[in-house]
Structures are given as structure tokens and as C-alpha cells.
């Protein structure tokens, strides 16, 4: 069995369906990206496969046990970041994983050296006999990620893991979640596409609380509109025979004009699977004394592929 599985999981609040069937399992090894724009749903569904909050309907399992009618051994297995990552502001950073770790049932000597093991993997040494109100926002980042390793879990949920943070603090904590991948089953809930580009293995989009996606990112980018995109800056500033002879090619379908400025015209030419070598473009422009001064195939974003989906699915 997965390490995390939902099944149908439906949370209505009044007239307000804010998630909507929503189905997916997630194995050891795999870091799930659980994308969405504001409102679309993300942080309820995780607090409801948390056990933290009731679903008006479906369930949710954690390595096997459900959330809600056998929390405590779902919880055992589980560290859950939640998005802000409260914790108590007036204790020192030792002092409150010391406190976490005596809520999980550690004895005092396994606690400690788990905490041991942290303080070098999280990067909390400098910090530990600080206050927590005193942190920097990456720093009490870096100590709601140590309390949801605290146990060692099996499954881990992160909502937003890098909110807030500096590009340095935001590598180093994407460089730990894929340190810690390939022994957990993890969920991040993030609308950062770049995060889902860097630590995920597969993707999943959700909008007004539906999932219109579950693919890896690479699946997803190949549903970019802008993959198969050959852009061209051509020496002509009349581009319409250039035009006549790439359209007539089977393996180039719409042509654009992108912009002309200083007697150069960039064009965008959108192509098939069986697309044409440049160097056939280029000859076949050259024969009718059209030189090619630019090219490069248009690089597919996660940007795209998330608005095109999720413009689609508010349309439904």
C-alpha cells in the first residue's frame, strides 16, 4: 500500500465546495508537488489527510491507518509542516524540540540523539539556545521542518516549505527535502512552479477544489503551448515569403510574427513531433536569399502548462 492515499475526498463548507473528489496515492521515494492558485483548495486538503481537520466525505490513509478513525498511529507516521509553522515563540529552539520529541513518547536518550542528527541536517546549531520569536523567518522555517522530522516519519506533508525565504535559504531547504526523498513519501503544497521543477517527481494541479492533473514534470511540460516553439530572426524586413515557404513544410503548422525592428523580423514557428532540422530551414530560406541570423527552440515552462490547465479547468 502507498505511504499516502486519498480516496474521494470531498470538503464542503456551507454552499462553498472547497475540495472535490479529490483522489491520488503517493509511494516511498516520491515527492509529490500538490499545486494550485490561492484558494484552490491545497492547504485544506493537506490538513484533512493530516487528520487535522473532518472531510465531509472519502477518506484518507497514512502508510495504512486513517486519519480520522485511527489518528494517533496516522500521526506516529506522519510529519506535517503546516503553512506559517506556529510553535511556542518564548521557547528556545532545543527546549521546543525537546518538548516535541517527548509528545511523539521518545525517551529522553533516543530523543537526544535524533536531535543530535538534526542540528547538522536542518543546520540549527548556531541557533539552538535562541528563542524562537528571535529567528529570522528561515530560520523558524528550518525548525518547523526539525519538529515534523523529529520521529523519523514515513510521510511527510510540507505546506509551502519555502515561503518567505531568501533564494540561499531556498536552495539549501530544497537541497535537505531531497536529501531526505528517497526514504519517505512526501507532499508539498506550493504554487512556486520552480520548486515543483526542483525537487518534485510528479505534479499535481488542482483548482476550486478539483484535480485537473497528475503527472510528472516532464509529462506536464510537454503540454506546454509553447513546446515545439522554434523562434527565428530572419534578415529580411518583409517576412512574408519566408512565411509561404515554412508553411508549406508538413512539419510546421502556424507561423507568427513576433516583432520587426532594424530591418530584422523574429518569427515564432510552431512545429510538429516530426519537425524540421534547422539546417533544413535554413536552406530552404536560403534558396530564396533569406538569411537565418537566430534560432532556438522556446523552452516549455511549468508556467505555461499551470495556467493553460487551470484556465481551462475554471472554465468547466
Not at 500538490?34 to 484552490?40: E, Q, R, S, V
Not at 484533512?48 to 465531509?56: D, K, L, N, Q, V
Not at 515552462?301 to 479547468?313: M, S, Y
Request: a negative charge.
Amino acid at each position: 500500500m502507498a505511504l499516502v492515499e486519498t480516496r474521494d475526498l470531498v470538503k464542503r463548507f456551507g454552499s462553498l465546495t472547497a475540495v472535490d473528489q479529490i483522489s491520488f496515492s503517493v509511494e516511498r521515494g516520491e515527492v509529490v508537488g500538490f499545486l494550485g492558485p490561492n484558494g484552490a483548495g491545497k492547504s485544506t486538503a493537506m490538513k484533512i489527510i493530516s487528520g487535522f481537520m473532518e472531510p465531509t466525505s472519502g477518506q484518507a490513509w497514512i502508510d495504512g491507518h486513517d486519519s480520522h478513525t485511527d489518528p494517533i498511529a496516522a500521526r506516529r507516521r506522519l510529519g506535517y509542516l503546516p503553512e506559517g509553522a506556529p510553535a511556542y515563540a518564548d521557547m528556545t529552539v532545543g527546549a521546543f524540540l525537546e518538548f516535541v520529541a517527548g509528545m511523539h513518547g521518545m525517551t529522553k536518550a533516543k530523543a537526544n540523539a535524533r536531535l543530535a542528527e538534526l542540528v547538522d541536517r536542518v543546520d540549527l546549531a548556531e541557533v539552538w539556545n535562541q528563542r524562537i520569536e528571535s529567528l529570522s523567518k528561515g530560520f523558524k522555517r528550518r525548525v518547523g521542518i526539525a519538529q515534523a522530522l523529529v520521529h523519523d516519519p514515513d510521510a511527510l506533508i510540507l505546506d509551502e516549505p519555502t515561503d518567505g525565504l531568501d533564494p540561499i535559504q531556498k536552495y539549501e531547504m530544497r537541497d535537505l527535502i531531497r536529501s531526505i526523498a528517497p526514504q519517505k513519501a512526501i507532499i508539498i503544497s506550493t504554487h512556486i512552479l520552480e520548486e515543483v521543477e526542483a525537487v518534485c517527481t510528479r505534479a499535481i494541479i488542482i483548482a476550486r477544489g478539483r484535480m485537473l492533473a497528475d503527472a510528472t514534470p516532464a509529462e506536464l511540460l510537454a503540454r506546454a503551448p509553447s513546446n515545439g516553439t522554434l523562434a527565428l530572426a530572419l534578415a529580411t524586413a518583409d517576412p512574408q515569403g519566408a512565411i509561404d515557404i515554412l508553411s508549406k513544410h508538413p512539419g510546421i503548422g502556424r507561423v507568427d510574427i513576433v516583432h520587426r525592428v532594424n530591418g530584422v523580423t523574429r518569427i515564432a514557428v510552431q512545429t510538429a513531433k516530426t519537425r524540421p532540422a534547422i539546417d533544413e530551414i535554413t536552406s530552404l530560406l536560403g534558396r530564396s536569399n533569406i538569411a537565418v541570423t537566430e534560432f532556438y527552440m522556446e523552452r516549455a515552462t511549468l508556467d505555461d502548462v499551470f495556467r493553460q490547465i487551470t484556465n481551462h479547468g475554471a472554465e468547466n
